[in-house]
């Protein structure tokens, strides 16, 4: 059972207002857009809400209060905007943990350990499934599609950071580590270079110009 309705965040706010970060933020944002066109920054403005409410509550999540308050902003319907919160997976409708712990199941990472990285941030966290968040609030897990990042698989997703090449102890590392209010550095979690091939290339090795496929005849 999901322990999100523990957590102080939870209740639905009686009123949303932006506060400056926001407003900073939403001008560059409008700026891009013709006024009559402004409606088009509604995935932009739903983002500038979840990280404000992450700021504010240590929860970034999109209550429906400030889903109005951007269709006031962009002068459009709020159903619009409520259809686009709700299309999204990046957009979180409830109340989240402290740290959103996105796991990719897709076939790269599942075929690269993504079992073992669920297995270890359920143990870790004391979630029993997707979809809940941790009883002291601090984690929520959710199942995510591809991530774009297959090269590194399997990945595992924090808040907005991609950790990469991930395993069980790994997982079990990280999560520690963000437990002791630390953020490990994102990306590969092995000795390589962003998605270079593990132990170095292995093609293309000749860097001297020869065995392009190309030959002189003359």
């Known amino acids: 059972m999901s322990a999100q309705s523990n957590t102080p965040h939870d209740a639905e706010p009686a009123e949303f207002a932006f506060d400056a970060e926001s407003e900073r933020q939403i001008a560059q944002i409008l700026a891009k857009y013709p006024p009559e066109r402004k409606a088009s920054g509604v995935i932009p403005l739903l983002y500038v809400v979840q990280k404000q409410m992450g700021r504010q509550t240590g929860s970034a999540w999109v209550p429906r209060v400030a889903m109005d308050a951007v269709a006031e902003r962009l002068e459009m319907?709020?159903?619009?905007?409520?259809?686009?919160?709700?299309?999204?997976?990046?957009?979180?409708?409830?109340?989240?943990?402290?740290?959103?712990?996105?796991?990719?199941?897709?076939?790269?990472?599942?075929?690269?350990?993504?079992?073992?990285?669920?297995?270890?941030?359920?143990?870790?966290?004391?979630?029993?499934?997707?979809?809940e968040t941790s009883a002291d609030g601090m984690f929520t897990m959710t199942e995510v599609e591809c991530l774009g990042a297959c090269a590194n698989a399997p990945i595992l997703?924090?808040?907005?950071?991609?950790?990469?090449?991930?395993?069980?102890p790994r997982t079990t590392e990280l999560i520690a580590a963000l437990r002791r209010g630390e953020r490990p550095k994102p990306g590969p979690t092995i000795d390589r270079m962003d998605s270079a091939p593990v132990g170095g290339r292995k093609t293309l090795l000749d860097t001297a110009g020869q065995g392009t496929g190309t030959q002189d005849n003359g």
């Open 77 to 131: 319907a709020p159903i619009r905007v409520y259809e686009v919160a709700t299309f999204y997976l990046m957009f979180n409708t409830k109340p989240i943990g402290k740290y959103h712990l996105q796991v990719c199941t897709t076939t790269s990472c599942w075929l690269r350990g993504s079992d073992d990285v669920t297995a270890a941030c359920k143990a870790a966290t004391g979630i029993g499934a997707f979809g």
């Open 157 to 168: 997703q924090v808040d907005d950071d991609y950790y990469e090449d991930m395993d069980g």
